[in-house]
């Protein structure tokens, strides 16, 4: 079963906009990492944050960690037509293993 | 750039047959995943590779699933006797195998339909 999931399923919001998706997780983690995948395709790789960050920027994206809370949020500020796509968490829980656990995603439509 | 590189893209098959899917990691990549993922889902971690060595292999994993790496490049996932349920994405995944915790690398995926 998926360790994460993510709030809300789905976005819907206007170009231009900021987009707030969420993230919860049940174990210790080494690190949280997001995903962008477009509809039908590969997963690309957004921005990994580790268990003693707070916040990571990366362009337009901000991604915060609350380790106390087992949560994470991305931000996508000012967004494009061209961020449309389904957002996955995905965490690497302690103990050494490589088994990363995703999250069920959040689809984002931004309408031009 | 080439990056992680998967062969079919499609396959569709009748129940009961067998399907081999090919994976072409990053190549100084050591490590390399297999995960599945059907409709509306995130993606589900199958098995993992360290250069040869098959290291974790999840639940998922019925004894219908084999997974390979023989010279520690490419990585073959074989599904014998396939159902229904087996239809999804099966994507690979690879990275360079150097530190605890490290990005990976997707592939397209391949898409299997199961009849």
């Known amino acids: 079963s998926q360790q994460g999931e993510e709030d809300p399923q789905a976005l819907s919001i206007q170009e231009g906009e900021n987009a707030t998706m969420n993230c919860s997780y049940k174990t210790s983690i080494n690190n949280l990492q997001w995903y962008r995948q477009n509809s039908g395709r590969g997963l690309v790789h957004l921005i990994l944050?580790?268990?003693?960050?707070r916040e990571k920027h990366s362009g337009r994206l901000r991604v915060t960690l609350d380790t106390s809370k087992k949560s994470s949020s991305l931000l996508i500020t000012a967004s494009r037509a061209a961020d449309t796509a389904s957002y996955f968490c995905a965490s690497l829980a302690t103990g050494g293993y490589q088994k990363v656990t995703f999250g069920t995603g959040t689809k984002l439509q931004v309408i031009p | 750039d080439t990056g992680v590189s998967q062969n079919p893209r499609h396959k569709i098959t009748k129940r009961g047959q067998n399907v081999t899917f090919r994976c072409d990691p990053i190549s100084e990549h050591n490590r390399l995943y297999w995960y599945r993922q059907t409709l509306g889902q995130g993606p589900e971690f199958l098995t993992y590779f360290q250069n040869e060595a098959q290291l974790e292999k999840s639940r998922l994993l019925s004894d219908r699933f084999s997974a390979e790496r023989p010279k520690g490049s490419f990585s073959t996932l074989e599904i014998q006797r396939t159902e229904q349920g087996d239809s999804a994405m099966y994507l690979c995944?690879?990275?360079?195998?150097?530190?605890?915790?490290?990005?990976?690398?997707f592939g397209p995926g391949t898409r299997l339909l199961v009849l």
């Open positions: 944050i580790r268990s003693n960050e």
């Open positions: 995944a690879s990275s360079l195998g150097l530190a605890p915790q490290e990005t990976q690398y």
